[in-house]
């Protein structure tokens, strides 16, 4: 799935919570959906952001795919 750093992480933390506030960029940027996607698909990202987003869901949050 090729390498990352801290930008990715730093980003794809920032997007997620755009999406929960309701400001993400949406489907208008697909470049920015695979790469989401590519990150999604990484295990230390999934277990990570898998459990926070099961925490906000447990506390009413509405968390987009």
């Known amino acids: ?34 790469w989401k996607n590519r990150m999604r698909g990484r295990a230390s990202v999934d277990q990570v952001m898998g459990a926070m987003r099961e925490y906000l869901v447990g506390h009413g949050f509405d968390v987009p795919d």
């Open 1 to 34: 799935t090729g390498s990352f750093g801290f930008a990715d992480l730093a980003f794809y933390t920032e997007q997620f919570f755009a999406g929960v506030l309701g400001c993400g960029p949406g489907s208008k940027f697909s470049n920015i959906s695979r």
